[in-house]
């Protein structure tokens, strides 16, 4: 059964950091490009990053840029977001999602992706 599997959420003050992380079973993640996810209540579901299979290309939504970093361990296979300097509208439940169609980094589109994980509960508040 192919499963991916967030990991990390929770409640943080403004200003603070959490790693999400995405696990793979029952297939491997080299092969396919991988993109995170969020949607708050009310909203429609958004592209927060994707990377490449090598991870050498690696994309921001411009509301992340220069606070978020995606990464892949291929040997574990696992992906990460790591946000740094959150701000209450990054609360949403986060999501990340597989993909073997694209070919692009820059393909951040729900409809792309094949898989998807349960989520994890993102929370900034004071």
């Known amino acids: 059964q192919l499963q991916l599997v967030e990991s990390g959420g929770g409640l943080v003050q403004p200003g603070g950091s959490l790693r999400l992380s995405c696990a793979a079973s029952?297939?491997?993640?080299?092969?396919?490009?991988i993109g995170w996810f969020r949607q708050a209540p009310g909203r429609e579901r958004e592209g927060v990053s994707c990377i490449s299979t090598s991870g050498g290309s690696t994309n921001y939504a411009d509301s992340v840029k220069g606070r978020f970093t995606i990464s892949r361990d291929n040997a574990k296979n696992t992906v990460y977001l790591q946000m740094n300097s959150l701000k209450p509208e990054d609360t949403a439940v986060y999501y990340c999602?597989?993909?073997?169609?694209?070919?692009?980094?820059?393909?951040?589109?729900?409809?792309?992706?094949?898989?998807w994980g349960q989520g994890t509960q993102v929370t900034v508040s004071s």
């Open positions: 029952g297939f491997t993640l080299r092969y396919f490009y």
């Open positions: 999602a597989a993909s073997l169609r694209i070919t692009s980094v820059q393909a951040m589109i729900p409809e792309e992706y094949d898989y």
